[in-house]
């Protein structure tokens, strides 16, 4: 049984990554998976997306963020201009 691994975008002990760690205690023991916890708020989070949107889509790996610009941008990178985005 091959665990999950959690790319969070955000620094650990903030709240993405309490709420996170939380909800996905409860999830792993009803569904007894284990799961790996990876923190990487570099590049407010971009990192952590781009690593789950290059990870083989096998299921195991997923993004934990707050940011709609991090998972914006991970995902439509070609047609995304970051300058174009209101502060």
Not at 5 to 32: C, F, M, P, W, Y
Not at 45 to 67: E, H
């Amino acid at each position: 049984n091959k665990p999950i691994t959690i790319h969070i975008a955000n620094a650990a002990g903030g709240a993405n990554d309490l709420a996170t760690r939380i909800v996905l205690e409860k999830v792993s023991q009803n569904i007894n998976q284990k799961f790996i916890y990876i923190n990487d708020p570099t590049a407010a989070g971009y990192n952590a997306a781009n690593r789950v949107v290059n990870a083989p889509a096998d299921g195991y790996n997923f993004l934990s963020t707050f940011s709609w610009y991090t998972t914006s941008y991970a995902y439509f990178k070609d047609k995304f201009d970051m300058s174009q985005m209101d502060s």
